[in-house]
Nanobody, 114 residues
Framework: QVQLVESGGGLVQAGGSLRLSCAAS????????MGWYRQAPGKQRELVAV???????NYGDSVKGRFTISRDNAKNLVNLQMNSLKPEDTAVYYC????????WGQGTQVTVSS
């Protein structure tokens, strides 16, 4: 059974920081591309950051220079360090694992107050 469990969301003031973590089980973690996506109310889900199985990284344009994605293959973890948070970063953040099949976590709420 595949499980992706996000943690670390919460309420933070603008300019603050949060660190999200996603713990994966039931997959061969090292073979999966791991990503973070977000969805704000009334908007489509969008890419935040992805780190491939080979370690290549891509960020969504709106988070470049502020967010950092990393992975720990020994612990089956993918992290998202979010700095200089803005109110427009408010969304539910989802962890994604993709190899042959794509899997999603349940999401964690991030709220940035102005």
């Amino acid at each position: 059974q595949v499980q992706l469990v996000e943690s670390g969301g919460g309420l933070v003031q603008a300019g603050g920081s949060l660190r999200l973590s996603c713990a994966a089980s039931g997959i061969i973690f090292s073979k999966n591309h791991m990503g973070w996506y977000r969805q704000a109310p009334g908007k489509q889900r969008e890419l935040v950051a992805v780190i491939t199985s080979g370690g290549s990284i891509n960020y969504g344009d709106s988070v470049k220079g502020r967010f950092t994605i990393s992975r720990d293959n020994a612990k089956n973890l993918v992290n998202l360090q979010m700095n200089s948070l803005k109110p427009e970063d408010t969304a539910v953040y989802y962890c994604n694992a993709r190899f042959v099949i794509s899997y999603w976590g349940q999401g964690t709420q991030v709220t940035v107050s102005s």
